[in-house]
Each structure stands twice: as structure tokens, then as C-alpha cells.
């Protein structure tokens, strides 16, 4: 609900735009004004991405304008969008991974003394801009080996060099740690103190209502509406985003029963890389996973958690430690070890690290399955292969034209779950799910939450680590915190709440 008597800085009217075979968006409109941050919401496909990409100068709508300070502009390429002040900060960072900070900070607009760009100037202003979003690190480091977390951190820092009049930013907590989120809401609130607009795409309803001041909400590529934050309630967002009801609380009556031990580590450690003293260790973890229950791992970016699922997976080496898989000892030195012994790992990062994405749906999910639909002459069978992808678009609800399509071109949870089809074609004995959620809408989230209770009620050991403290409450029977690569505590679900995790996220437990 706009206030008449407020002049926006952007008005976007009428937006359409059509790709081959698919209407994106259709007349869409909405307005941002100066000094407020602005949630666009909407599902995966709702049109957020494309009105963007627009914004940005990815995209030329077909139809319909664009005003900033009340006069009418054209965006046909990015550099338009950054000469009127438009920065966008996208899910999938634009970061130059072989380039420094200070480099990617200010990369094109470096200071130069005479024909040569000035090294010092360069190292001292990336310094205290990144120290302005609290990243107190070398500038000369190179991001490749930042975490995505600090790569984050490096995007907005980027933002703000270039005096940004409008800051777009895509999912931006989806890698940040509940610390970092708190510390990127009061650089949010600092940017609106100076009268600069931000647009807020999240799928994280509570930090909309925490840190934007107004919402606009898009469903099949139209505007449903817009309001202020204060006059609505999150149930009412969800309604709007979905056209329907959609319960996210509570775990339908799932009681866990802790059958086998079917993952045990004790004592693993890993030192890491001796050339980089920033690496994550892990030290001296034991814990042990059981049929039938949702393990939870938590703790801050940078507590050890992924570095803890990749060394038991073999992804990584380890320096000491046994693992044991339904109670017999099992040498893990590689993935194809740990898959040999039942041991799945979905990554957080599915697009980078999961998904072959210049593929199809078909070799993405039955990449693993192989032996199983090949023949004895070796040839893999193609209506085995058709068949085992059937079979999984049916049971995990896939939403997808048939096992041809892109798996690029799927929505981010049918994407993962893809990947959590490949693995489950295996048959699993221990399935590690690390940020099961990440950058997926409301209702595919609650989709692979209710999943994920399927899997461990048929009797897969499954392992969740997420950064979202809702969601371990929601999905682990029992939630074992790190803190600096060691374990910090265990806590039984009924007994967890954000205060009693958080404390356990940021202290060392005692000896006994």
C-alpha cells in the first residue's frame, strides 16, 4: 500500500517479456523508494529473476518503462545500469576467483599513477571498504580461497565502491552464517540512513519482516501485490506467494526411533592445507548417526561442518581417525569409497559443486546409478535409464517436461531434487544433506523437508548441517554444534531453541 505523498526513486511499469515458449512476465509494476529496503517475493519461476536481470540490463523487456527520480530511462546494457546507480549483487556471485579482493573490488576502476594502476592506493581503499562490511582480511588474498560466506562479503563491498544510488541484492544470507546475517542487516540499515534504495530477494520470510520496510510479491510471472511489512504477517506473504496455504511448522507427528548406529567417526581430524593458515580443521569429532533419526549439524560459517561431511565422504584426506559404518571399520580415501560403503553427500553448493548443468535432467540423476542399468556388454540401457528417472520424477514430485530438458532450466528445488534423486537411486545407507534449502522457494522447501522425514522413517541415517536455525529445529532429532572444527555440544531437538544453539555456536564446551 504506497503512500500517495512519497515520490519513488524507481518506478517500473507495465514490464512484459517473453522467452521462447514461455511467458515471464506480464505487465508487472512496482516502485522503490529512497532510503527503504524492498522485498520482492515470489516463488522460483514467479518472474523475480527475470524483472532483475531487466533491471540490471541482462534483459530488454518487451513491453513497458522504467523511471528513476521521476524521469524516464533506458537500461539496454549493464554499464547503463551502473551509470545510473544500479548495482546488482546476484546469487551466483560475478567474482574473478584468480584476482584479489582489492582487485575484484574495484576491478575496471582501478587507481592508476600515470600508465600504471597504483598498487598501494589500490590495497588501501579495497581495506577500508571491506572493513566497512567487516571483512578484516588481506585484500591481496585472492577469492578463490574465501569462503562463500567472505565471497559474499566481497560483492557488497563492491557495491558500495561504486556509490550506489539503488543496491539489488539476490538471495544474500543464503550463505551467511546467523553472525554475518546481523552484521549485513546493519550495513542494509546503513545504506538507508545515506538514502539508498534496496531491493531484497529472500525466501527467508522472517528476515523480510525483520529488515524491509515494504513488499512486493509476483506469482506466475504477475504482480499479486504490494504492502507495507508492518500491516501484513507472514502467513499472509505465503498465501500470496502460492495462491494456497502451505504449513511449514511442525513435523507431522514424525517420531524418530534410533534403531542401528549406522555412522560412527570417532576422533576424526583433518589439518588441512599447511600452505593456507586460513583453512577450516577439524579436530578430534566424534559423533554417531542412527537409523531412523535426522542428525543435525550446526555451528557459525567457518565452524568445520562442510569440511567435517567432505572428510567423511573422502572428498578430502584425513590425518587421524576412524569411521565405521554399521559397526565395521571402512577405509574412506576417496568418494568413490565412501559411495561404496553406502555413504552419500548432496553439497552445498548443487550448480558448482553437484549439477552438470550443460546437461540433461536423465545423465545429471542416473550418473550414479550406472552399474545398475548397464548391461553386461557394457552399454547402458536406455529404458532402464528412462524408467529409473520415471520413477523418481514420481516419487519426489519433480516438476519437469521429460528427462531431455536442461537441468539448468529446472527451479532451484527441482534442481535438488535431482540431486537427492541421484543419490537415493543408490540406495544409501548414510546420506549427508548439507544446506538442504538453499536458495529454494517456501513451498519446494517444505517439499524437501517432508522428504527428508521419508528418508530417515525408511531407515537411511540422514545427516543435516544448515546455516538456518528454524530449520534444524525442524528437521534434526538431535543436534550435535561446532565451533573452530570441534565439536561444541549435542542437544536433543526438544530441548534446542536459537538462544540454547547459538551459545553452543559461540563457546567451547567444558570437559566433563
Known amino acids: 500500500m504506497n503512500s500517495s505523498n512519497v515520490t519513488p526513486f524507481l518506478r517500473v511499469q507495465g514490464i512484459s517479456k517473453r522467452f521462447p515458449g514461455v511467458q515471464a512476465l506480464t505487465d508487472v509494476g512496482f516502485d522503490v523508494r529512497a532510503g527503504e529496503a524492498h522485498a520482492l517475493l515470489g516463488e522460483n519461476g514467479a518472474g523475480k529473476s527475470t524483472l532483475l ?13 522504467i523511471e528513476l527520480d521521476g524521469r524516464p530511462v533506458e537500461i539496454r546494457r549493464p554499464v547503463d545500469a551502473q551509470a545510473l546507480g544500479i548495482v546488482t549483487i546476484y546469487q551466483e556471485f560475478n567474482l574473478l576467483p584468480n584476482l584479489s579482493i582489492a582487485e575484484n573490488v574495484f576491478v575496471g576502476r582501478e587507481p592508476t599513477r600515470g600508465p600504471f594502476v597504483d598498487w598501494k592506493a589500490l590495497n588501501e581503499q579495497a581495506r577500508a571498504v571491506t572493513a566497512r562490511v567487516g571483512l578484516n582480511m588481506d585484500p591481496r588474498r585472492l577469492v578463490k580461497d574465501l569462503s562463500v560466506a567472505e565471497q559474499q562479503m566481497v560483492e557488497i563491498a563492491k557495491a558500495l565502491s561504486m556509490k550506489a544510488k539503488l543496491v539489488i541484492m539476490d538471495e544474500p544470507t543464503s550463505a551467511l552464517s546467523e553472525t554475518e546475517v546481523e552484521r549485513l542487516f546493519r550495513i542494509i540499515n546503513d545504506l538507508k540512513s545515506h538514502g539508498i534504495a534496496v531491493v531484497f530477494v529472500t525466501h527467508r520470510l522472517d528476515e523480510v519482516m525483520h529488515i524491509c520496510d515494504r ?11 504490494s504492502s507495507e511489512v508492518k500491516d501484513v504477517r507472514v502467513d499472509d506473504v505465503i498465501r500470496m506467494m502460492v495462491g494456497r496455504e502451505v504449513a511449514l511448522h511442525g513435523r507431522g507427528g514424525r517420531v524418530a526411533k534410533r534403531d542401528t548406529a549406522m555412522l560412527q567417526v570417532e576422533g576424526l581430524t583433518r589439518m588441512g592445507d599447511t600452505n593456507d593458515p586460513h583453512a577450516v580443521r577439524v579436530r578430534n569429532v566424534s559423533l554417531t548417526a542412527y537409523t531412523g533419526e535426522i542428525l543435525g549439524i550446526g555451528g557459525l560459517i567457518g565452524a568445520g561442518r562442510t569440511e567435517l ?16 559404518v554399521n559397526g565395521e571399520e571402512v577405509r574412506i580415501s576417496t568418494p568413490q569409497d565412501a559411495i561404496r560403503h553406502g555413504i552419500g553427500l548432496v553439497p552445498e553448493d548443487r550448480k558448482q559443486q553437484a549439477l552438470f548443468l550443460s546437461l540433461a535432467i536423465r545423465p545429471n540423476l542416473s550418473m550414479t546409478a550406472l552399474d545398475a542399468i548397464t548391461d553386461r556388454l557394457g552399454f547402458v540401457s536406455g529404458r532402464k535409464e528412462r524408467e529409473l528417472v520415471d520413477t523418481y520424477r514420481r516419487k ?13 532450466n529446472l527451479s532451484g528445488g527441482n534442481q535438488q531434487k535431482v540431486v ?45 548441517i544448515s546455516s538456518e536455525l528454524p530449520e534444524l529445529m525442524r528437521l534434526a532429532d538431535r543436534i550435535v554444534t561446532m565451533r573452530e572444527g570441534q565439536i561444541s555440544g549435542e542437544i536433543e531437538r526438544e530441548q534446542a531453541t536459537e538462544e540454547s544453539l547459538m551459545y553452543l555456536f559461540t563457546h567451547t564446551k567444558t570437559a566433563a
Open 53 to 65: 536481470k531487466i533491471l540490471a540490463g541482462a534483459h530488454l523487456p518487451d513491453e513497458g518503462t
Open 215 to 225: 513488499l512486493t510479491v509476483l506469482r506466475d510471472g504477475r504482480l499479486v501485490g
Open 309 to 324: 561431511a567432505r572428510a567423511i565422504f573422502g572428498a578430502d584426506p584425513i590425518d587421524a581417525g576412524r569411521i565405521l
Open 396 to 408: 519426489l514430485s519433480i516438476r519437469m517436461a521429460n528427462g531431455e530438458q536442461l537441468v539448468s
Open 420 to 464: 537427492l534423486a541421484r543419490w537415493l537411486a543408490l540406495n544409501p545407507r548414510v546420506l549427508i544433506v548439507d544446506e538442504p534449502t538453499r536458495g529454494i522457494d517456501i513451498a519446494a522447501k517444505n517439499e524437501v523437508h517432508h522428504l527428508l522425514f521419508e528418508l530417515a522413517a525408511a531407515g537411511i541415517a540422514v545427516i543435516v
